[in-house]
Protein backbone atom coordinates (compact mmCIF):
# COMPACT_ATOMS: atom_id res chain seq x y z
CA UNK A 1 0.00 0.00 0.00
CA UNK A 2 1.03 3.27 -1.36
CA UNK A 3 2.19 6.52 1.16
CA UNK A 4 -0.72 8.23 -0.54
CA UNK A 5 -3.26 5.69 -0.06
CA UNK A 6 -2.42 5.69 3.54
CA UNK A 7 -2.79 9.29 3.78
CA UNK A 8 -5.94 8.95 1.70
CA UNK A 9 -7.39 6.00 4.59
CA UNK A 10 -6.55 8.38 7.37
CA UNK A 11 -8.32 11.17 5.97
CA UNK A 12 -11.01 9.65 5.13
CA UNK A 13 -11.22 7.84 8.35
CA UNK A 14 -10.40 10.77 10.66
CA UNK A 15 -13.28 10.33 13.18
CA UNK A 16 -11.23 6.28 13.75
CA UNK A 17 -8.62 8.14 14.79
CA UNK A 18 -10.45 10.66 17.18
CA UNK A 19 -12.58 7.66 18.62
CA UNK A 20 -9.36 6.37 19.44
CA UNK A 21 -7.33 9.00 20.75
CA UNK A 22 -10.83 9.15 22.62
CA UNK A 23 -11.09 5.44 23.70
CA UNK A 24 -7.37 4.33 24.13
CA UNK A 25 -6.45 6.93 27.37
CA UNK A 26 -10.26 6.39 28.70
CA UNK A 27 -10.15 2.96 29.07
CA UNK A 28 -6.17 3.11 29.98
CA UNK A 29 -7.08 5.41 32.78
CA UNK A 30 -10.27 2.93 34.10
CA UNK A 31 -7.51 -0.05 34.10
CA UNK A 32 -5.13 2.37 35.95
CA UNK A 33 -8.28 3.08 38.78
CA UNK A 34 -9.11 0.04 39.36
CA UNK A 35 -5.69 -1.51 39.89
CA UNK A 36 -4.37 -1.91 43.61
CA UNK A 37 -1.42 0.84 44.16
CA UNK A 38 1.73 -1.22 44.80
CA UNK A 39 4.26 0.31 46.93
CA UNK A 40 8.15 -0.75 46.27
CA UNK A 41 10.69 -0.73 48.74
CA UNK A 42 14.23 -1.58 47.85
CA UNK A 43 17.64 -2.69 49.62
CA UNK A 44 20.75 -3.74 48.63
CA UNK A 45 22.75 -6.96 49.15
CA UNK A 46 26.80 -7.00 49.09
CA UNK A 47 28.48 -11.02 48.57
CA UNK A 48 32.21 -11.22 49.97
CA UNK A 49 34.24 -13.96 50.90
CA UNK A 50 34.77 -14.57 54.27
CA UNK A 51 38.49 -15.32 54.89
CA UNK A 52 41.01 -12.86 53.10
CA UNK A 53 44.60 -13.60 54.09
CA UNK A 54 46.55 -13.01 51.20
CA UNK A 55 46.17 -11.09 47.88
CA UNK A 56 45.97 -14.41 46.18
CA UNK A 57 42.99 -15.08 48.99
CA UNK A 58 41.04 -11.64 47.64
CA UNK A 59 41.73 -12.76 44.21
CA UNK A 60 39.90 -15.99 44.76
CA UNK A 61 37.32 -14.39 46.77
CA UNK A 62 36.37 -11.92 44.70
CA UNK A 63 35.90 -14.34 41.91
CA UNK A 64 33.70 -16.39 43.61
CA UNK A 65 31.92 -13.89 45.03
CA UNK A 66 31.09 -12.90 41.20
CA UNK A 67 30.44 -16.41 40.61
CA UNK A 68 27.64 -16.70 43.39
CA UNK A 69 25.84 -13.59 42.38
CA UNK A 70 23.60 -14.35 39.26
CA UNK A 71 22.85 -17.76 41.19
CA UNK A 72 21.60 -15.63 44.38
CA UNK A 73 19.50 -13.44 42.46
CA UNK A 74 17.43 -16.50 41.47
CA UNK A 75 17.63 -17.75 45.04
CA UNK A 76 16.01 -14.17 46.04
CA UNK A 77 13.27 -14.72 43.46
CA UNK A 78 12.61 -18.05 45.02
CA UNK A 79 9.75 -19.87 46.98
CA UNK A 80 12.22 -21.08 49.39
CA UNK A 81 13.29 -17.73 50.75
CA UNK A 82 9.30 -16.26 50.18
CA UNK A 83 8.52 -19.54 52.30
CA UNK A 84 10.89 -18.35 55.30
CA UNK A 85 9.99 -14.72 55.41
CA UNK A 86 6.22 -15.79 55.78
CA UNK A 87 6.90 -17.52 58.62
CA UNK A 88 8.93 -14.96 59.79
CA UNK A 89 6.76 -12.36 59.76
CA UNK A 90 3.52 -14.93 59.78
CA UNK A 91 1.99 -13.08 56.36
CA UNK A 92 -1.27 -13.99 55.03
CA UNK A 93 0.01 -14.51 51.31
CA UNK A 94 1.35 -17.75 50.06
CA UNK A 95 5.07 -18.12 49.27
CA UNK A 96 4.67 -18.30 45.42
CA UNK A 97 2.61 -15.28 45.35
CA UNK A 98 5.21 -13.50 47.44
CA UNK A 99 8.21 -14.63 45.45
CA UNK A 100 6.41 -12.73 42.42
CA UNK A 101 6.83 -9.49 44.55
CA UNK A 102 10.49 -9.79 45.02
CA UNK A 103 12.79 -8.57 42.30
CA UNK A 104 16.39 -9.36 42.15
CA UNK A 105 18.70 -7.88 39.62
CA UNK A 106 22.64 -8.01 39.95
CA UNK A 107 24.64 -4.86 39.48
CA UNK A 108 26.78 -5.57 36.18
CA UNK A 109 30.47 -6.11 37.16
CA UNK A 110 30.34 -5.79 40.51
CA UNK A 111 29.07 -7.90 43.66
CA UNK A 112 25.77 -6.42 44.62
CA UNK A 113 22.42 -7.48 44.28
CA UNK A 114 19.58 -4.63 44.36
CA UNK A 115 16.45 -6.21 45.63
CA UNK A 116 12.94 -4.53 45.47
CA UNK A 117 10.02 -5.76 47.03
CA UNK A 118 6.84 -4.31 46.45
CA UNK A 119 3.08 -4.64 48.52
CA UNK A 120 -0.08 -2.75 49.03
CA UNK A 121 1.21 -1.23 52.44
CA UNK A 122 4.12 0.47 52.41
CA UNK A 123 5.32 -0.37 55.52
CA UNK A 124 4.53 -3.87 54.79
CA UNK A 125 6.83 -3.79 51.56
CA UNK A 126 9.76 -2.22 53.95
CA UNK A 127 9.52 -5.48 56.28
CA UNK A 128 9.12 -8.14 54.05
CA UNK A 129 12.36 -6.54 52.26
CA UNK A 130 13.90 -6.14 55.85
CA UNK A 131 12.99 -9.85 56.16
CA UNK A 132 14.26 -10.63 52.84
CA UNK A 133 17.88 -9.95 53.53
CA UNK A 134 17.97 -11.20 56.95
CA UNK A 135 16.57 -14.55 56.11
CA UNK A 136 18.50 -14.71 52.70
CA UNK A 137 22.19 -14.32 54.52
CA UNK A 138 20.69 -17.40 56.60
CA UNK A 139 20.16 -19.50 53.93
CA UNK A 140 23.56 -18.69 51.83
CA UNK A 141 24.75 -19.57 55.29
CA UNK A 142 23.30 -22.83 55.26
CA UNK A 143 23.89 -23.93 51.51
CA UNK A 144 27.55 -22.37 51.75
CA UNK A 145 28.34 -24.49 55.10
CA UNK A 146 31.51 -26.49 54.96
CA UNK A 147 30.37 -29.52 56.85
CA UNK A 148 33.44 -28.93 59.06
CA UNK A 149 32.08 -28.01 62.79
CA UNK A 150 32.51 -24.03 63.58
CA UNK A 151 33.90 -23.46 60.06
CA UNK A 152 32.45 -20.20 58.42
CA UNK A 153 30.83 -20.46 55.26
CA UNK A 154 33.51 -19.49 52.35
CA UNK A 155 30.88 -16.59 51.28
CA UNK A 156 28.54 -14.45 53.10
CA UNK A 157 25.91 -12.01 52.29
CA UNK A 158 25.63 -8.52 53.75
CA UNK A 159 22.87 -5.60 53.77
CA UNK A 160 24.39 -2.48 52.89
CA UNK A 161 21.43 -0.62 51.91
CA UNK A 162 18.74 -0.81 54.62
CA UNK A 163 15.26 -1.05 53.34
CA UNK A 164 13.65 2.41 52.32
CA UNK A 165 9.82 3.38 53.40
CA UNK A 166 8.33 4.13 50.17
CA UNK A 167 6.02 7.61 50.30
CA UNK A 168 4.32 7.15 47.01
CA UNK A 169 2.86 4.52 44.78
CA UNK A 170 5.37 2.64 42.26
CA UNK A 171 2.16 1.82 40.61
CA UNK A 172 0.00 2.38 38.12
CA UNK A 173 1.97 4.96 36.50
CA UNK A 174 -1.10 6.75 35.42
CA UNK A 175 0.51 8.86 33.46
CA UNK A 176 2.78 6.50 31.08
CA UNK A 177 -0.37 4.67 31.04
CA UNK A 178 -2.47 7.63 29.22
CA UNK A 179 0.41 7.86 26.66
CA UNK A 180 0.58 3.95 26.30
CA UNK A 181 -3.67 4.11 25.86
CA UNK A 182 -3.12 6.93 23.49
CA UNK A 183 -0.36 5.60 21.05
CA UNK A 184 -2.50 2.58 21.36
CA UNK A 185 -5.91 3.85 20.38
CA UNK A 186 -3.78 6.00 17.65
CA UNK A 187 -2.66 3.44 16.17
CA UNK A 188 -6.16 1.27 16.09
CA UNK A 189 -7.77 4.02 14.57
CA UNK A 190 -5.31 4.01 11.89
CA UNK A 191 -5.26 0.62 11.44
CA UNK A 192 -9.11 0.76 11.13
CA UNK A 193 -8.90 3.64 8.63
CA UNK A 194 -6.45 1.46 6.71
CA UNK A 195 -8.23 -1.99 6.56
CA UNK A 196 -12.03 -0.35 5.87
CA UNK A 197 -9.99 1.41 2.41
CA UNK A 198 -8.32 -1.91 1.68
CA UNK A 199 -11.48 -3.85 2.43
CA UNK A 200 -13.89 -1.07 0.71
CA UNK A 201 -15.35 -2.10 -3.09
CA UNK A 202 -16.85 1.12 -3.63
CA UNK A 203 -15.35 3.06 -6.08
CA UNK A 204 -13.89 6.24 -4.86
CA UNK A 205 -10.69 6.67 -7.63
CA UNK A 206 -10.46 8.02 -11.07
CA UNK A 207 -7.78 5.92 -11.85
CA UNK A 208 -10.00 2.82 -10.61
CA UNK A 209 -13.32 3.59 -12.46
CA UNK A 210 -11.22 4.45 -15.60
CA UNK A 211 -9.26 0.81 -15.04
CA UNK A 212 -12.77 -1.47 -14.59
CA UNK A 213 -14.58 0.35 -17.30
CA UNK A 214 -12.08 0.98 -20.11
CA UNK A 215 -13.30 4.85 -19.80
CA UNK A 216 -11.86 8.00 -18.64
CA UNK A 217 -13.62 10.44 -15.88
CA UNK A 218 -15.06 13.43 -17.84
CA UNK A 219 -16.68 14.80 -14.59
CA UNK A 220 -17.04 14.99 -11.01
CA UNK A 221 -19.67 16.60 -9.38
CA UNK A 222 -19.30 17.09 -5.99
CA UNK A 223 -22.17 17.26 -3.63
CA UNK A 224 -23.83 20.49 -2.82
CA UNK A 225 -27.29 20.32 -0.65
CA UNK A 226 -28.85 22.63 -2.96
CA UNK A 227 -28.96 20.61 -5.65
CA UNK A 228 -30.16 17.64 -4.15
CA UNK A 229 -32.88 19.61 -2.99
CA UNK A 230 -33.78 21.73 -5.94
CA UNK A 231 -32.28 19.45 -8.67
CA UNK A 232 -30.93 21.89 -10.61
CA UNK A 233 -28.52 24.50 -10.93
CA UNK A 234 -28.95 28.24 -11.59
CA UNK A 235 -28.35 29.50 -14.53
CA UNK A 236 -24.81 30.94 -14.82
CA UNK A 237 -24.38 29.52 -10.86
CA UNK A 238 -21.48 29.38 -9.37
CA UNK A 239 -20.00 27.14 -7.22
CA UNK A 240 -17.62 23.69 -7.46
CA UNK A 241 -21.38 22.08 -8.81
CA UNK A 242 -22.07 24.04 -11.41
CA UNK A 243 -18.24 24.46 -12.43
CA UNK A 244 -18.13 20.84 -12.48
CA UNK A 245 -20.75 20.85 -14.96
CA UNK A 246 -19.37 23.10 -17.07
CA UNK A 247 -16.26 20.86 -17.09
CA UNK A 248 -18.23 17.78 -17.70
CA UNK A 249 -19.43 19.40 -20.69
CA UNK A 250 -16.17 20.80 -22.14
CA UNK A 251 -14.80 17.45 -21.57
CA UNK A 252 -17.92 15.97 -23.80
CA UNK A 253 -17.06 18.03 -26.73
CA UNK A 254 -13.69 17.21 -27.03
CA UNK A 255 -14.44 13.50 -26.63
CA UNK A 256 -14.07 12.83 -30.31
CA UNK A 257 -13.14 16.46 -32.26
CA UNK A 258 -14.04 15.67 -35.34
CA UNK A 259 -17.42 13.48 -34.80
CA UNK A 260 -18.26 14.60 -31.72
CA UNK A 261 -20.94 12.64 -29.80
CA UNK A 262 -24.85 14.37 -30.00
CA UNK A 263 -27.23 11.94 -29.21
CA UNK A 264 -26.04 10.21 -25.47
CA UNK A 265 -27.42 8.48 -22.82
CA UNK A 266 -27.27 9.04 -19.20
CA UNK A 267 -27.36 5.90 -17.38
CA UNK A 268 -25.96 4.22 -13.97
CA UNK A 269 -24.87 0.79 -12.67
CA UNK A 270 -28.17 0.86 -10.30
CA UNK A 271 -30.73 3.28 -9.21
CA UNK A 272 -29.87 6.41 -6.76
CA UNK A 273 -26.65 7.38 -7.97
CA UNK A 274 -27.74 10.70 -9.85
CA UNK A 275 -28.35 9.68 -13.10
CA UNK A 276 -31.46 11.90 -13.62
CA UNK A 277 -29.78 14.94 -11.70
CA UNK A 278 -26.71 14.30 -13.51
CA UNK A 279 -28.93 14.22 -17.42
CA UNK A 280 -30.87 16.89 -15.92
CA UNK A 281 -28.28 19.56 -15.32
CA UNK A 282 -26.12 18.56 -18.23
CA UNK A 283 -28.85 19.38 -20.37
CA UNK A 284 -29.02 23.13 -18.85
CA UNK A 285 -24.83 23.34 -19.01
CA UNK A 286 -25.49 22.72 -22.69
CA UNK A 287 -28.22 24.90 -23.11
CA UNK A 288 -25.89 27.84 -20.99
CA UNK A 289 -23.25 27.62 -23.81
CA UNK A 290 -25.85 28.14 -26.94
CA UNK A 291 -26.68 24.60 -27.56
CA UNK A 292 -29.81 23.25 -28.82
CA UNK A 293 -30.79 20.08 -27.18
CA UNK A 294 -33.88 17.96 -26.44
CA UNK A 295 -33.81 16.08 -23.12
CA UNK A 296 -35.75 12.70 -23.21
CA UNK A 297 -36.93 11.25 -20.32
CA UNK A 298 -36.24 7.42 -21.58
CA UNK A 299 -37.07 5.97 -17.82
CA UNK A 300 -39.91 4.83 -18.10
CA UNK A 301 -39.85 2.86 -14.74
CA UNK A 302 -39.44 5.78 -13.11
CA UNK A 303 -39.71 8.98 -14.81
CA UNK A 304 -38.37 12.29 -12.79
CA UNK A 305 -37.01 14.77 -15.02
CA UNK A 306 -40.24 16.49 -15.61
CA UNK A 307 -40.55 16.52 -11.40
CA UNK A 308 -37.37 17.66 -11.53
CA UNK A 309 -38.08 20.77 -13.93
CA UNK A 310 -41.49 21.53 -12.56
CA UNK A 311 -43.16 19.87 -16.06
CA UNK A 312 -46.06 18.11 -16.66
CA UNK A 313 -45.13 14.09 -17.74
CA UNK A 314 -48.71 12.97 -18.76
CA UNK A 315 -48.17 12.23 -22.68
CA UNK A 316 -44.70 11.57 -23.90
CA UNK A 317 -42.25 9.20 -25.51
CA UNK A 318 -44.37 6.16 -24.83
CA UNK A 319 -47.42 7.80 -26.72
CA UNK A 320 -44.72 8.69 -29.44
CA UNK A 321 -43.40 5.05 -30.08
CA UNK A 322 -46.96 3.55 -29.83
CA UNK A 323 -48.23 5.69 -32.70
CA UNK A 324 -50.75 7.96 -30.75
CA UNK A 325 -48.96 11.23 -30.58
CA UNK A 326 -46.47 12.77 -32.71
CA UNK A 327 -43.25 14.62 -31.51
CA UNK A 328 -44.86 18.20 -31.64
CA UNK A 329 -47.84 17.13 -29.58
CA UNK A 330 -45.58 15.81 -26.57
CA UNK A 331 -42.29 18.37 -26.36
CA UNK A 332 -42.80 21.27 -24.10
CA UNK A 333 -39.89 23.84 -24.48
CA UNK A 334 -37.99 24.64 -20.81
CA UNK A 335 -36.64 28.23 -19.56
CA UNK A 336 -35.79 30.58 -23.18
CA UNK A 337 -36.54 27.43 -25.39
CA UNK A 338 -33.51 25.92 -26.32
CA UNK A 339 -34.21 23.25 -24.16
CA UNK A 340 -37.13 20.83 -25.32
CA UNK A 341 -37.95 18.24 -23.25
CA UNK A 342 -40.32 14.93 -23.94
CA UNK A 343 -41.63 13.48 -21.21
CA UNK A 344 -42.11 9.09 -20.03
CA UNK A 345 -45.90 9.17 -20.90
CA UNK A 346 -47.92 6.63 -19.57
CA UNK A 347 -45.80 3.94 -18.10
CA UNK A 348 -45.83 0.85 -20.23
CA UNK A 349 -46.50 -3.23 -19.85
CA UNK A 350 -43.29 -3.58 -22.48
CA UNK A 351 -40.56 -0.69 -21.40
CA UNK A 352 -37.74 -2.93 -23.36
CA UNK A 353 -39.43 -3.69 -26.40
CA UNK A 354 -40.42 -0.12 -27.04
CA UNK A 355 -37.14 1.68 -26.02
CA UNK A 356 -35.11 -0.61 -28.58
CA UNK A 357 -37.78 -0.62 -31.39
CA UNK A 358 -37.36 1.11 -34.68
CA UNK A 359 -39.33 3.57 -33.61
CA UNK A 360 -36.91 4.83 -31.19
CA UNK A 361 -34.23 4.46 -33.79
CA UNK A 362 -36.23 6.75 -36.17
CA UNK A 363 -37.02 9.36 -32.93
CA UNK A 364 -33.36 9.86 -32.16
CA UNK A 365 -32.60 10.18 -36.13
CA UNK A 366 -35.01 12.61 -36.33
CA UNK A 367 -33.88 14.77 -33.31
CA UNK A 368 -30.54 14.61 -33.80
CA UNK A 369 -31.24 16.78 -37.30
CA UNK A 370 -32.99 19.31 -35.91
CA UNK A 371 -30.29 19.60 -32.39
CA UNK A 372 -27.05 20.08 -31.26
CA UNK A 373 -27.24 17.36 -28.65
CA UNK A 374 -30.32 14.68 -27.83
CA UNK A 375 -30.10 13.38 -23.87
CA UNK A 376 -31.84 10.29 -22.65
CA UNK A 377 -32.06 9.95 -19.19
CA UNK A 378 -32.39 6.07 -19.47
CA UNK A 379 -32.82 3.38 -16.67
CA UNK A 380 -30.21 1.66 -14.33
CA UNK A 381 -28.34 -0.74 -16.50
CA UNK A 382 -28.06 -3.68 -13.99
CA UNK A 383 -31.49 -4.15 -12.74
CA UNK A 384 -33.53 -3.92 -16.11
CA UNK A 385 -32.65 -4.90 -19.73
CA UNK A 386 -34.03 -1.31 -20.46
CA UNK A 387 -30.86 0.85 -21.00
CA UNK A 388 -29.31 -1.79 -22.90
CA UNK A 389 -31.46 -2.25 -25.44
CA UNK A 390 -31.81 1.85 -25.83
CA UNK A 391 -27.50 2.02 -25.46
CA UNK A 392 -27.42 0.87 -29.29
CA UNK A 393 -29.15 3.62 -30.82
CA UNK A 394 -27.21 6.20 -29.61
CA UNK A 395 -23.65 7.50 -29.86
CA UNK A 396 -22.52 6.86 -26.67
CA UNK A 397 -23.31 5.89 -22.90
CA UNK A 398 -21.89 8.82 -20.09
CA UNK A 399 -22.47 6.88 -16.58
CA UNK A 400 -23.31 8.12 -13.58
CA UNK A 401 -21.42 6.68 -10.23
CA UNK A 402 -21.77 7.45 -7.10
CA UNK A 403 -18.67 7.81 -5.15
CA UNK A 404 -18.33 5.67 -2.26
CA UNK A 405 -22.07 4.17 -3.23
CA UNK A 406 -21.08 2.08 -6.82
CA UNK A 407 -18.63 -0.90 -5.93
CA UNK A 408 -16.10 -2.17 -8.00
CA UNK A 409 -18.14 -5.07 -9.62
CA UNK A 410 -21.12 -3.18 -10.73
CA UNK A 411 -18.93 -1.10 -12.42
CA UNK A 412 -17.62 -4.38 -14.03
CA UNK A 413 -20.71 -5.76 -14.67
CA UNK A 414 -22.27 -2.71 -16.09
CA UNK A 415 -19.10 -2.31 -18.26
CA UNK A 416 -19.77 -6.00 -19.33
CA UNK A 417 -23.48 -5.48 -20.55
CA UNK A 418 -22.58 -2.65 -22.24
CA UNK A 419 -20.10 -4.35 -24.14
CA UNK A 420 -22.39 -7.45 -24.91
CA UNK A 421 -24.51 -5.23 -26.84
CA UNK A 422 -21.44 -3.18 -28.71
CA UNK A 423 -22.52 0.10 -26.93
CA UNK A 424 -19.75 2.78 -26.92
CA UNK A 425 -19.33 4.19 -23.27
CA UNK A 426 -17.96 7.79 -23.75
CA UNK A 427 -17.17 8.22 -20.02
CA UNK A 428 -17.26 8.08 -16.37
CA UNK A 429 -19.04 10.56 -14.44
CA UNK A 430 -18.02 10.43 -10.73
CA UNK A 431 -21.24 12.00 -8.59
CA UNK A 432 -21.79 13.16 -5.08
CA UNK A 433 -18.65 13.41 -4.45
CA UNK A 434 -18.06 14.94 -0.91
CA UNK A 435 -16.44 17.91 -0.65
CA UNK A 436 -13.27 17.33 0.51
CA UNK A 437 -12.60 14.47 -1.32
CA UNK A 438 -9.54 14.85 -3.62
CA UNK A 439 -10.59 13.09 -6.95
CA UNK A 440 -9.44 14.35 -10.36
CA UNK A 441 -11.00 13.39 -13.44
CA UNK A 442 -9.11 12.29 -16.17
CA UNK A 443 -9.61 15.71 -18.12
CA UNK A 444 -9.64 18.53 -16.20
CA UNK A 445 -8.74 20.09 -12.89
CA UNK A 446 -8.90 18.19 -9.53
CA UNK A 447 -12.06 19.09 -7.50
CA UNK A 448 -10.44 20.22 -4.06
CA UNK A 449 -9.28 23.33 -5.58
CA UNK A 450 -11.84 25.53 -4.11
CA UNK A 451 -12.94 26.90 -7.21
CA UNK A 452 -14.79 30.17 -6.59
CA UNK A 453 -15.17 32.74 -9.31
CA UNK A 454 -17.06 34.96 -7.46
CA UNK A 455 -15.84 35.64 -3.60
CA UNK A 456 -18.94 37.55 -3.13
CA UNK A 457 -21.71 35.61 -4.31
CA UNK A 458 -22.92 32.66 -2.00
CA UNK A 459 -21.84 29.19 -2.49
CA UNK A 460 -23.88 26.23 -3.06
CA UNK A 461 -21.15 23.81 -1.99
Given at each position: MELNEVLRALRSGWWFLLVGALVGPGLALGVSLLQTPMYVSNTQLFVSATEVVSTSDAFQGSQLSAQRVASYARLLQGEDLASRVVDDLDLSVTPATLAQRI??????????????????????????????????????DELEATGETGAAPPVRVTVTDRPNLPDSADSPKIARNLAIGLAGGLFLGAAVSILRLRLDRTVRDAEDASALSGSPVIGVIVRDEALAAQHTIERNGVGRS?????????????????????????????????????????????????????????????PRVT???????????????????????????????????????????????????????????????????????????????????????????????????????Q?????????????????????????????????????NYGYDPDPTAPTTS
Open positions: SAVPVVDTVLIDVSVEDPSPRQAQRIAEAVGVEFSNLVAEGYRQLRTNLQFLNIDEPPKVIMVSSAVPSEGKTTLAVNLALSLVEAGRSVTLIEADLRRRYLGMVGGVGLTNILTGSAAVEDVEQPYGDGDLTVIAAGPTPPNPSELLSSSHMFSLIDDLRVKNDFVLLDAPPLLPVADASGLAVLVDGVVLSLRYGSTTKELAQTQATLGRVGAKTLGIVLNIVPPKAEVTSAYGYGY
